[in-house]
């Protein structure tokens, strides 16, 4: 049976410690990981609900137009008339709608491209000072 006191963070402190290295590095990345997902998790989640935002509007305004063309009609032939309208609208309506959802998308995308960006230049930053770092050491020794 297990033991169900095992703390698995102080069992890592301990195994790095055993080692005798700093793990500032290792906790570094971590941390930056973190923030990064983090980051990329706001931009994901706000594209999603700006397409549930965009898919409630939608489908409103179809139950909408299904409402007001939920009528008995005298003719027969009408009811041809007011399916053929419904679908009509939906197809005019259709290029716009997707439209709105290419622009949540693009705008994500953009974001997540700037993320992207920031993320690779602080990288280089951070790898120019650790180099800076190893070579003043290599020479100092």
């Not at 980051?39 to 409103?60: D, F, P, Q, V, Y």
């Not at 491209?113 to 190893?134: N, R």
């Amino acid at each position: 049976m297990a033991n169900q006191d095992f703390d698995f963070a102080k069992a890592t402190e301990e195994f790095f410690a055993a080692f005798k290295m700093d793990t500032k590095m290792f906790d570094d990345a971590t941390k930056n990981a973190a923030e990064f997902n983090v980051k990329m998790g706001k931009i994901a989640l706000a594209a999603a609900k700006r397409n549930a935002e965009l898919t409630n509007a939608w489908t409103a305004e179809t139950l909408k137009t299904v409402e007001s063309a939920n009528k008995v009609q005298k003719d027969p032939s009408a009811y041809t008339t007011v399916a053929s309208d419904f679908a009509s609208a939906q197809a005019q309506s259709l290029p716009e709608k997707l439209a709105a959802y290419a622009e949540v998308a693009k705008a994500a995308q953009l974001e997540a491209v700037e993320l992207f960006v920031a993320a690779g230049k602080d990288m280089q930053a951070e790898v120019a000072a650790a180099t800076k770092d190893v070579t003043a050491k290599a020479k100092a020794a």
